[in-house]
C-alpha cells in the first residue's frame, strides 16, 4: 500500500545517499583503502550488490561501478556465487 510505498522511496533515498558518501570517499585506486584487496572490499561488494534489488545501476559511479566489474571478474568471487546459487 501507500506506507510501504513511502518506506520503499524513503529507502531508496538514504541508500542512494550512502552510495554517494561511498564513491566520494573510495580511494583512487582499483580498491576501497587503495591497491590492495582487504576485507572492507568482500564486504563492501556484498553490499552493494544489493542495490539491485532497489533497481540502481552501480556503473553510473565512477569509482563504484568499475570496482564491482573488477570484483566480479574474480576467480574467488565467482566460485562464492556459484556456491551460493548466485549465478
Known amino acids: 500500500g501507500v506506507a510501504s510505498k513511502v518506506r520503499y522511496n524513503g529507502t531508496l533515498e ?18 576501497a583503502l587503495g591497491k590492495d584487496l582487504t576485507v572492507v572490499d568482500a564486504y563492501l561488494f556484498a553490499v552493494l550488490r544489493w542495490a539491485e534489488n532497489f533497481k540502481i545501476d552501480l556503473s553510473t559511479y565512477k569509482k563504484i561501478g568499475p570496482f564491482m566489474k573488477r570484483m566480479f ?3 574467488s568471487v565467482i566460485a562464492a556465487m556459484k556456491a551460493e546459487g548466485l549465478l
Open 14 to 31: 538514504k541508500l542512494k545517499t550512502l552510495l554517494q558518501v561511498t564513491e566520494e570517499r573510495f580511494s583512487d585506486k582499483e580498491y
Open 73 to 75: 571478474k574474480r576467480p
